[in-house]
C-alpha cells in the first residue's frame, strides 16, 4: 500500500541553523501538506501546495518558512533560522482522490 | 471558539469494555467533511474515517463505529470491546468548504488507555 515517507526522522539542530524536512508524498496524489505538533498539543496546520505553488497557509507559517518540490516526487520544508520554539512534530500529508489526508510518520525536530 | 472541541482529554477503560469518544465542532459551512486519526505512541497519525456533512448514515468498521449528528453537530466515535492495542491519542479533525478542504482543523485530542 502507497504510503508518505518522511526524512530524517529525528533532527537536532542549534538555534538559528537552517533545516530542511523532506517528504515523498504518495505518487498520484496533488495536494501536498505540513503540519506540526508541538510535544502534547494538537496538530496544527502550516500550508499547502497545490500545482507548484502554495494554496494555503496559517500565521504560523511565516517568512522563517518556505515549501518547495523540487522534482516530481520530493516535497521539502525548510526552516531559515531555526528557533527554540521550532521544536515539534512536523508531519507531511497528501490528499486522494477522496479528500482524506494521508499523513507520513513526522520528523521530530529539537532545537538546541 | 474552537472549531472542533473534544471535551475528553484522558479515558483510562478496562480491556473488553466499550468506550466513546466524543466530538463536536462548529462550522458556517453547509459543506465539510469530518475524519477521525489514531495516533499510538510511536507518534504517527493513521485515518481512520472520513465523512461528508450530507452523509448522516452511521458507520461501522469492525469493533469501530462513528455516529455523527448534524443537528447537535457531533462526530462520536465508539469503540467496542476495547483491546490494549487501541491505546492511543485519537483526534477529530474538520476541513470546509471555504477553504477549498484544503486544511484539516484538529481537536485537541483525547488520549484513551486501556488496560489490560
Known amino acids: 500500500e502507497p504510503e508518505v515517507t518522511q526524512t530524517p526522522s529525528h533532527q537536532v539542530t542549534q538555534m538559528g541553523q537552517e533545516v530542511i524536512l523532506r517528504c515523498v508524498p504518495i505518487s498520484n496524489h496533488l495536494y501536498f501538506y505540513w503540519y506540526r505538533q508541538i510535544l502534547g498539543q494538537k496538530v496544527e496546520f502550516l500550508v499547502s501546495?497545490?500545482?507548484?505553488?502554495?494554496?494555503?497557509k496559517s500565521e504560523i507559517f511565516d517568512d522563517q518558512f518556505s515549501v518547495e518540490r523540487p522534482d516530481g516526487s520530493n516535497f521539502t520544508l525548510k526552516i531559515r533560522s531555526t528557533k527554540l520554539e521550532d521544536s515539534a512534530m512536523y508531519f507531511c500529508?497528501?490528499?486522494?482522490?477522496?479528500?482524506?489526508?494521508?499523513f507520513g510518520p513526522g520528523t521530530r525536530l529539537t532545537v538546541t | 471558539a474552537q472549531k472542533v472541541t473534544q471535551a475528553q482529554t484522558e479515558i483510562s477503560v478496562v480491556e473488553k469494555e466499550d468506550v466513546t469518544l466524543d466530538c463536536v465542532y462548529e462550522?458556517?459551512?453547509?459543506?465539510?467533511?469530518l475524519f477521525w486519526y489514531k495516533q499510538p505512541p510511536s507518534g504517527e497519525l493513521v485515518f481512520l474515517i472520513r465523512r461528508n456533512s450530507f452523509d448522516e448514515q452511521n458507520e461501522i468498521s469492525g469493533r469501530y463505529s462513528w455516529n455523527f449528528q448534524k443537528s447537535t453537530s457531533s462526530f462520536n466515535f465508539t469503540i467496542t470491546a476495547s483491546q490494549v492495542v487501541d491505546s492511543a491519542v485519537y483526534f477529530c479533525a474538520l476541513s470546509e468548504e471555504h477553504s477549498g478542504y484544503s486544511t484539516l482543523t484538529f481537536g485537541k485530542g483525547t488520549m484513551l488507555l486501556v488496560s489490560p
Open positions: 501546495f497545490y500545482n507548484n505553488e502554495i494554496s494555503e
Open positions: 500529508a497528501s490528499r486522494g482522490d477522496r479528500g482524506e489526508q494521508y
Open positions: 462550522t458556517r459551512d453547509t459543506t465539510y467533511y
